[in-house]
Nanobody, 122 residues
């Protein structure tokens, strides 16, 4: 069974940093793309950053220059380095990936992690 598990959230003061991790596990053949989303209380989930299939990176305007995404060479673990955090960054952060895996043949599905809470105090 394929899973995405995030970790690294927590409480940090404004101006601080956190590094989130997203680890994919299971009968994975290929991770086609991976991205990060967040959902603040009372708001819709919004896209934060992600890798394209050509391995380029894209960022939402509100995190450009502050957040950086990266991943391990085997692409099964992704990271979201968050610097210069503000209270407006408080949200549950989710990892999302399109994964090709082996299960009764070759399949491709979209997966979400369980989310990790990031709280930035002023």
């Amino acid at each position: 069974q394929v899973q995405l598990v995030e970790s690294g959230g927590g409480l940090v003061q404004a101006g601080g940093s956190l590094r989130l991790s997203c680890e994919a596990s299971g009968s994975i053949i290929r991770i086609n793309d991976m991205g990060w989303y967040r959902q603040a209380p009372g708001k819709q989930r919004e896209w934060v950053a992600g890798f394209t299939r050509s391995d380029s990176t894209n960022y939402a305007d509100f995190v450009k220059g502050r957040f950086t995404i990266s991943r391990d060479s085997d692409k099964t673990t992704g990271y979201l380095q968050m610097n210069s955090l503000t209270p407006e960054d408080t949200a549950v952060y989710y990892c999302n990936a399109q994964i090709t895996y082996a299960r009764l043949g070759i399949r491709t599905s979209e997966y979400w992690g369980q989310g990790t809470q990031v709280t930035v105090s002023s």
